[in-house]
């Protein structure tokens, strides 16, 4: 028994279940003067088709749901003729039945059953588009261009979530309102414009709830930690890394909870607690050797693996006064880090300079620093790493303050100022 695809597909187009079929259907019934009685059961038929002709009523109420004739929806008639004493399809029948269903229903249930004017279709878009910002933000890093396009995506999903469709698909826009929004508050950290970050993060954490959606909820609480940290409030990062870790896909999925771990790890680093800081990062990589190779994942935690976590074992390393396993991770991350990841890469090579530098090798510290400006080349440099070529910067002039090399060095940051 072939099914009806034809139904089917349009089902997904709307992001509408058996249930919310059923219940659809019900209503454009009641509205009607007449007794729902679908089920998801008889939905169910109609899918396998098992009743590949509806009762007379349940076919107009489904043209009117989906706005479409029961043909196209790939209901056939039977090849013989019902007994007498079926229904008559009157044309006048079915225009006052439309009629009637469509003004109650309008009257008492704006949204549903109403023919839904979003669908499947304009979350994948949105989705696409989000995607598209993740791979900018890879290669070039946080920048006013890149919130604003990521602000307009949260404000169009936002927009499209008004237009009728049903609570399922409202559900998966406000889950891509949230993601917008994370993105253009990560942009804002990036670019370390911390009082804006903090305003986006907390829409987006409001959209994550509204979505019920964890794990846009453990981004950004995640986002939250790495602002803490960027402004100092060691304290604070290592509440927001324990949130990330206590979120249902952190709970359930190990690579949310390496991630987490690994952050909570700089946090506790941050704070001078050594013991601390190796045991999440402990976590954080024995989580990461349960995470099956070509899990499926969101595109905005494409950066983690363990190349990354290489990387913040770097940042770890340094911070508890080990800049001799500080450099070697960031060696080892460096040699992993795969090359779209231009912002990460210079990153990377910014700390490897701080670490080569607070062993004294000031002359390979220079000659690493000043390979930043050449992986950035062509972009502006966002402000997390303008910090910290900053910091490499201060330390320079205080540990070889009279050093040839340290001053050439200075010449060449001042003069790359202008794009920094």
């Known amino acids: 028994m072939n099914g009806n695809e034809a139904l089917n597909s349009a089902m997904r187009e709307r992001g509408l279940t058996q249930v919310e079929l059923a219940d659809a259907v019900n209503v454009r019934l009641d509205a009607s003067g007449n007794v729902g009685t679908v089920s998801d059961r008889t939905v169910r038929n109609w899918l396998t088709g098992k009743s590949r002709w509806p009762h007379f009523r349940q076919r107009l109420a489904l043209e009117a749901v989906f706005g479409c004739t029961a043909r196209a929806l790939g209901f056939s008639p039977p090849g013989r003729r019902r007994p007498s004493s079926s229904e008559p399809e009157s044309p006048v029948d079915r225009r006052n039945f439309l009629t009637a269903a469509t003004a109650t229903a309008a009257a008492v249930t704006p949204f549903v059953g109403a023919p839904p004017r979003v669908g499947t279709s304009d979350v994948i878009r949105l989705r696409s588009g989000l995607d598209a910002l993740v791979v900018l933000d890879h ?3 946080g920048h006013d261009g890149l919130e604003r396009a990521a602000l307009a995506g949260a404000a169009e999903a936002l ?3 008004k237009l009728g469709a049903t609570q399922r698909i409202r559900q998966r826009l406000f889950s891509v309102a949230a993601d917008y929004t994370a993105t253009a508050a990560w942009s804002a950290i990036d670019a370390r414009r911390m009082d804006r970050a903090s305003q986006l993060l907390g829409r987006a954490l409001y959209l994550a709830g509204m979505a019920k959606d964890p794990v846009a909820e453990m981004r950004v609480w995640n986002s939250y930690a790495m602002l803490a940290h960027h ?6 990062a290592v509440d927001a890394a324990y949130a990330a870790q206590g979120t249902a896909v952190a709970r359930r999925q190990p690579l949310y909870s390496s991630l987490a771990h690994a952050r909570t790890a700089v946090g506790h680093s941050n704070l001078g607690d050594a013991q601390a800081a190796i045991r999440s990062l402990g976590y954080a990589q024995e989580a990461l050797g349960k ?3 070509g899990e499926p994942a969101p595109s905005w935690i494409a950066f983690y ?13 340094h911070r508890i006064g080990d800049p001799a396993e500080s450099e070697a991770a960031s060696h080892s991350a ?7 990841f231009k912002r990460n890469r210079a990153l990377a090579t910014a700390r490897l300079a701080l670490a080569q530098l607070h062993q004294r090798d000031v002359d390979q510290a220079c000659a690493t620093a000043s390979a930043v400006f050449n992986q950035m080349s062509g972009h502006p440099i966002p402000g997390r790493m303008r ?3 900053g910091d490499y910067y201060r330390d320079l002039i205080s540990l070889a303050p009279g050093a040839t090399i340290a001053r ?9 100022w202008s794009r920094l």
């Open 387 to 389: 910090s910290l070529l």
């Open 291 to 293: 995470v099956e190779m």
């Open 231 to 236: 402004r100092g409030e060691y304290a604070e």
């Open 139 to 141: 290669s070039r890093g």
């Open 305 to 317: 693996g363990p190349a990354e976590l290489l990387a913040m074992t770097a940042i770890v390393r």
């Open 334 to 340: 460096l040699s992993t880090i795969p090359k779209e």
């Open 408 to 416: 050439e060095w200075g010449d060449r940051y001042r003069s790359e």
């Open 159 to 161: 927009e499209k979530q």
